[in-house]
C-alpha cells in the first residue's frame, strides 16, 4: 500500500516543511519527473478550486489528469470500493477522490496501491489547509508562524477539523469561535489537544488576531439545516465590527465560494487584509507539492 493523504494526521511535521519546500520551488517554476504518469480524478460532490487546481496541477507537472464520472463507473452499480480500488491501481498512479464520507478515502486507501489524495470528505480537506497554512506562512513569513493568533469563525466542519489537526502537528495556535453546539468533536479536540481553543464569544476571539478564516455556514449536504443555521450563526458573521478588533495587518481567508451577507459581508471581501485569491492560486502549486511527494 503506497503512502496516501486521507487526513492531515497522516503527515509528520517534517513531511509538511518537505511540502512546503515543494510549493516554494514550484512557485519558481521548477520541474517534477512526473512525465509520463496517469492521475485520476474521481469526483462525487461538486467542485471549482480543487478540481480545477489538481487538473492544471497534474498538467505543470507532466503527468496526465484523467476525470472519472462515478456515474460512468460501476461503483454506480454497487461495485465495491475495494473491487474499485484494485482496478484503478492496475491503470493508474495515484487517485484524487472527493467524496461525503471518510470512510470512502479510509476504504479505498486500503485497498489500493497507489496514493490517494483525499480532496474533500465530510470530516477532512487536507489539501485545502496544506494550502491555506503555506499562504500564511508565506505572508507572515516562516519564522513567525508559531506565534500568530489564527481565528476559525464557523462550525466543526472539514476545514475546521484540518485545522485543528495541522495546528497540533506544526504547534500553532487556533481559535475555533462558534455557538455552543457547533463545536469540532471531541474526538478533534482531544487530537488538537493545547493548540486549539474554543471561544463561543466571537468579540474575544477576534482580538489582536493576526489571521481571521471563515467559510460557509451551511456546508453541502446539511441544506435542510440552513434555517437553523442561519439564525445560530447571525453574532458570527466576519463583518467591520469584528475585524476592526484584529491587528491592523491581519490577513482575511476564506477557501470560497462565499455566501456574501452570511459568514462574510462584501466590505471584508474587498479589503486590502483579504488574501482569499492568494489561497485560490497556491491551491494550485500545492497540488503540485503534494502529488510530487507523494510520487517521487
Request: hydrophobic share 40%; charged share 25%; with cysteine.
Amino acid at each position: 500500500m503506497s503512502k496516501s493523504l486521507s487526513s492531515i494526521s497522516d503527515l509528520s511535521s517534517k513531511e509538511f516543511e518537505a511540502i512546503f519546500k515543494k510549493i516554494v520551488s514550484f512557485k519558481k517554476k521548477s520541474k517534477s519527473k512526473l512525465k509520463g504518469k496517469s492521475i485520476g480524478l474521481l469526483f462525487e460532490k461538486h467542485s471549482t478550486r480543487t478540481r480545477l487546481s489538481f487538473e492544471v496541477a497534474i498538467s505543470r507537472l507532466g503527468a496526465y489528469p484523467i476525470y472519472i464520472n462515478r456515474s460512468d463507473t460501476q461503483i454506480s452499480r454497487g461495485e465495491s470500493i475495494n473491487e474499485t480500488a484494485k482496478i484503478f491501481s492496475l491503470y493508474l498512479d495515484a487517485l484524487i477522490y472527493r467524496t461525503s464520507k471518510q470512510k470512502n478515502i479510509k476504504d479505498f486507501a486500503s485497498s489500493a496501491n497507489i496514493p490517494i489524495v483525499n480532496a474533500l470528505s465530510d470530516e477532512e480537506h487536507p489539501t485545502q489547509v496544506i494550502s491555506d497554512i503555506f499562504t500564511i506562512r508565506e505572508m507572515k513569513g516562516k519564522s513567525k508562524l508559531r506565534n500568530l493568533k489564527i481565528v476559525y469563525f464557523g462550525d466543526g466542519n472539514n476545514i475546521a477539523n484540518s485545522l485543528a489537526l495541522i495546528a497540533k502537528a506544526l504547534n500553532l495556535n487556533l481559535i475555533i469561535s462558534c455557538p455552543k453546539g457547533y463545536e469540532p468533536s471531541n474526538k478533534i479536540q482531544k487530537l488538537a489537544g493545547k493548540n486549539l481553543i474554543i471561544d463561543n464569544n466571537p468579540f474575544e476571539a477576534a482580538k489582536n488576531a493576526d489571521v481571521i478564516y471563515t467559510d460557509v455556514w451551511t456546508s453541502m449536504g446539511m441544506e435542510k439545516e440552513e434555517k437553523k443555521r442561519i439564525k445560530a450563526f447571525k453574532d458570527f458573521q466576519v463583518n467591520k465590527n469584528i475585524v476592526k478588533l484584529a491587528r491592523k495587518d491581519f490577513l482575511f481567508m476564506h477557501c470560497l465560494p462565499a455566501h456574501v451577507g452570511e459568514e462574510v459581508t462584501q466590505d471584508v471581501l474587498n479589503l486590502k487584509n483579504s488574501v482569499v485569491y492568494r489561497q485560490a492560486e497556491n491551491k494550485v502549486y500545492s497540488a503540485m507539492a503534494i502529488l510530487d511527494h507523494l510520487l517521487s
